[in-house]
């Protein structure tokens, strides 16, 4: 072996076996951010947990920006976001769990008004708002209309509907959707499809009275 | 015979444990049978068995297989690799591997010996069309007439053009061996050292060697080749096709006339996600560094399950712009909830969320376009995100999603749990 190759090959054994070390997944998962954003980011999980939210959802949020490389003001602003979001959504919904918190904070996040979950508020014990807040994230992420979109599960709930139907109506309209369909008439079409509906209409503005579409 | 029986008996009960114990090991059963002829000698056939198993963890994978071959009524290990590799994160598309192997080759009952070989590479991805690598390494062949270690140095690119992938290579061989005093013409050489019969390493007593050391005299010489080889590989809907062909550069001396070309091809037609019917045949150079001899050969078998594209024998590509065919999640045993993908024709499936901390899990691939992973989930709601080939983190399809809050989308899982 010349000496050249022995250098060449210590060489490449180095950065192959270097590497993986100097960029393995530091311990600390808050490491990468810099030191002021991560006081910040220490400082709102403490104020949850104070508060009585559900802390591991922020860190889990900052965890999620930090792997999405996300620079770290906005990974603050992040988290700070989902803590006032918390706050809203354990206002509107009352006593639910961790999980739902988290998912109401979410659809607040993507437009929905706080005192439009209301329906929401205080499940009847053995149901969760889970499924219904999921499917509801997701029709405003496909561009269905935001107030159709909230009044389709809102109503959907009210009439005591099954975390299947919630699922249902996903792949339903997440077919018409890739079909073509217009998003907010994919929705009109499946809401349809539950027994004794004809369709919806948008969600009143809060505090006035809402009445069932026949 | 013990020795054979042994590892098949091993490889073949790691390949029929449950897949549900540990959701990071693949495994595939390959029977068939092989036909196989040397220059100037009969064809001859044989059953064989090939068992493997392979572990892949974010940047280690380990992997092992064997075969043996059922010949005149006896069993008969045809060759054995262990095999580590090491890979480094993908770094402004540049990536480190160190790879590991240590084998055990036979041609026949009466021509065997092992080797232990590292090599590392540097490969450089460009992103969705292909990438380049350079490497070198060391091997060191025991039992055999080779006096020194074996130096590798070599490259190569590849590209993906729609449903195929081609690959070049370039890899330089450089080794001291004991040979006789005569090329393989015939004409007399000049040897730098002259020996008497050639001083081969017998530690074992109880093997066979390939080397017969000349009577007369023998040289201990500087061997160099170069190989260069063009593969393909192309798989549409259930059929894969693979096809290699290559040349070897040298002199007389260190390249006989068999294997200065050869090409083989293989075909692969599905029959599920875990069966396959296999055949393939074609001509294989002779290793110079271990004695074996060039070979044709022909194969006809199945194939049960499968594992991914070995990583030494084409880079990763990143981000390729594949869409994921399907995306489940369901209930496993002990609480575990088992992921499942199907997408054909990527080396990697990843997925990371909350129930992960936002750290990337490797699923193992299963079948032809299976992937598969079980990890525990707590009922409620999960964000998920999923890449494939190291690309990047999109939302998985099939599933609900929503606005990341980063410029990208995350799925949600809704798992069930006692109310």
């Known amino acids: 072996m010349t000496r050249f190759s022995r250098f060449l090959l210590g060489g490449m054994c180095g950065v192959a076996l270097c590497a993986p070390g100097l960029v393995a997944q530091d311990p600390d998962p808050f490491a990468k951010l810099d030191p002021n954003s991560r006081f910040a980011v220490e400082a709102i999980i403490d104020s949850a947990q104070v508060a009585g939210l559900p802390w591991r959802n922020l860190r889990s949020r900052a965890l999620e920006a930090i792997a999405k490389k996300v620079d770290s003001r906005r990974i603050v602003a992040a988290v700070r976001t989902r803590f006032t979001t918390l706050k809203e959504a354990r206002a509107a919904l009352g006593s639910v769990g961790d999980g739902e918190l988290g998912a ?10 706080p005192e439009q979950l209301t329906a929401l508020r205080n499940p009847p014990r053995g149901r969760s708002p889970l499924a219904a807040l999921t499917v509801l994230g997701d029709l405003i992420t496909r561009e269905v ?8 599960i809102t109503k959907l709930w009210q009439e005591g509907r099954t975390d299947a139907d919630f699922m249902g109506l996903f792949h339903g309209v997440e077919s018409d ?9 994919a929705l009109q079409n499946r809401i349809r499809e539950f027994p004794g509906r004809a369709g919806i209409k948008p969600a009143p503005p809060a505090g006035e009275p809402e009445t069932l579409s026949p | 015979m013990t020795e ?11 390949l029929l444990t449950p897949s549900g114990i540990t959701a990071q090991i693949a495994s595939r059963l390959e029977a068939g049978a092989v036909v196989t002829g040397r220059d100037g000698e009969l064809p001859s056939s044989a059953l064989q068995v090939a068992p493997g198993i392979r572990f892949d963890r974010p940047h280690i994978a380990l992997s092992a297989r064997g075969s043996a071959w059922l010949s005149e009524q006896q069993w008969q290990v045809a060759d054995g690799i262990v095999s580590g590799t090491f890979t480094a994160p993908t770094v402004y598309g540049v990536r480190a591997e160190l790879l590991s192997n240590a084998s055990r080759a036979f041609s026949d009952q009466s021509l065997g010996n092992d080797q232990v070989d590292v090599q590392t590479r540097i490969n450089v991805l460009f992103k969705h069309r292909g990438g380049i690598w350079v490497g070198g390494g060391v091997a060191r062949p025991w039992r055999v007439a080779v006096v020194s270690s074996v130096d590798v140095t070599g490259g190569g690119a590849w590209t993906r053009v729609g449903d195929a992938m081609m690959s070049g290579t370039f ?10 005093g005569r090329d393989t013409a015939g004409a007399s050489l000049s040897c730098a050292t002259t020996t008497g019969p050639a001083p081969v390493d017998r530690s074992d007593a109880g093997a066979v060697f390939a080397t017969q050391p000349a009577a007369s005299l023998t040289c201990s010489r500087q061997s160099r080749f170069s190989d260069l080889e063009g593969a393909i590989h192309w798989e549409h809907g259930r059929l894969e096709l693979n096809a290699q062909s290559g040349y070897r550069f040298g002199s007389a001396y260190d390249v006989d006339s068999g294997s200065r070309r050869w090409s083989a091809a293989a075909a692969t037609l599905w029959l599920n996600d875990r069966v396959a019917f296999v ?3 074609g001509r294989q150079p002779a290793n110079a560094a271990r004695g074996i001899p060039a ?3 022909g194969q006809v078998g199945m194939m049960l399950a499968a594992w991914p594209m070995p990583k030494a024998t084409v880079a990763v590509a990143p981000a390729r712009a594949v869409l994921v065919r399907s995306f489940d999640v369901r209930a496993a045993a002990d609480g575990m909830q088992k992921i499942t993908v199907r997408i054909g024709g990527v080396e990697t499936v990843d997925v990371m969320g909350d129930f992960s901390d936002w750290s990337p899990l490797t699923l193992v691939r299963r079948g032809r376009d299976l992937w598969e992973l079980s990890i525990p989930l707590s009922p409620g709601q999960h964000q998920i995100n999923i890449r494939v080939d190291e690309g990047n983190w999109t939302a998985p399809p099939g599933v609900p999603t929503m606005r990341d809050g980063f410029n990208g989308e995350v799925g949600l899982i809704v798992v069930a749990g006692d109310r």
Not at chain 1, 177 to 185: D, F, K, R, S, V
């Open chain 1, 104 to 113: 109401a904070a979410a659809v607040i996040e993507v437009g929905v008004k």
């Open chain 2, 171 to 180: 890899t330089n061989f450089s080794f001291t061996k004991i040979a006789p």
């Open chain 1, 177 to 185: 959707i890739l079909q073509g369909l217009n998003p907010g008439a």
């Open chain 2, 295 to 297: 070979r044709s050969y």
């Open chain 2, 279 to 281: 055949t393939g045949g």
């Open chain 2, 4 to 14: 054979a029986k042994f590892a098949i008996v091993v490889l073949t009960t790691a």
């Open chain 1, 145 to 152: 209309p935001r107030d159709e979109a909230i009044s389709a």
